[in-house]
């Protein structure tokens, strides 16, 4: 272990070191091969950084930072593109909220769409059959550049896009009210670029599969397929993920908005107003940076920037704290930290260990879904937060600690 930043160091003769925020969390074997798999690569910039909630992720390991110079991986940013976190507080106190939480929860779920049915097909419940007024004027700033996209790549057009603004989805994608430290009422919510973002990463993650194939380029992994810069898909793909940061952003605050203007109607609350600004973040993203004497792009695949004075937000799971925090601007870890607990198991194997009884236990006192569909979601199925946040005592420091008292799941 490194003594003066917390953190562990893998490394071997085929590849660059991989520094790992990992002291005293789980960090399995198969995301550690995953990562030496990418530290491989001869276009990765000094190092690759693991954050405390690394583990094994669908292309690439979740809980990374990836540095690269000439060149961008697709799937090291994933499908979920720009998906990130928003929050903000409020005036309202918990003394203020009603002793049953039922119904403002069911204000939520009735505010903003979430879920998938019918396939995800016309009927879907967690799209908009009819977006409201505030949601088509944000797709009207975002649509040419949509359109911009799809003169190229026109096969990305073949879903929904305006129907997935400002809605929240399914898996680990939730929206709470938490009390902070001093009893303060926030709203938070996770979510990223829906359907849209999902359509391109996936077309540029086979794009490069199919570059590599064409130009006879063997990797140990076809997951990690890349784009060369200065080639046309290299610059399409920058400009379609850029664009689905974008509206993923576009997508939280639309949500954050329609979630606090449904509150302050409802008559369930008091009247109330807003104390600071929205954190509004992105934690599965790349961004151009510059570090250790190189422009380079910086890929954060569940992982949150934090140059020295950033705020981010650090959500644990439906049963835990999550965290407000400001960054250390560690440059070691690229300025970067985690982006929540981490999984420490998978959903399949959730669902085999706990029971809808464990999962009552462990979400006592929070109103939330307390069904079979959400046992992948249990907090036993994440690591500990305090102890991932003991890892990266060094890449941020806690301004606020939350705990839910409602959690809306898709």
Known sequence: MNR???YEVLSDEKGNPIKAWTVGVPFEDEAKKQLKNLAGLPFVHKWIAAMPDVHRGYGATVGSVVPTVGAIIPAAVGVDI???MIAVRTTLRAEQLPDNLAPVRAVIERTVPHGRTDNGARNDRGAWQDAPSMHREAWARLKPGYDAILEKHPRLGRGPDLGHLGTLGTGNHFIELCLDESEDVWVMLHSGSRGVGNRIGSHFIELAKED???FFIHLPDADLAYL???TEHFEDYVRAVEWAQEYAATNRQLMMDSVVQ??????LLPAFGLKD???NCHHNYVAREHHYGKNCFVTRKGAVRAREGDLGIIPGSMGARSYIVRGKGNAESFHSCSHGAGRVMSREAAKKRFTLEDHEKATAGIECRKDVDVIDETPGAYKPIDAVMAAQADLVEVVHTLRQVVCVKG
């Open 228 to 230: 060369p810069e200065g």
């Open 277 to 279: 600004a929205a954190v």
């Open 4 to 6: 003066k930043y917390n």
């Open 262 to 267: 449904a509150l302050g109607a409802s008559q």
């Open 82 to 84: 720009g998906c990130g």
């Open 212 to 214: 590599m194939r064409r």
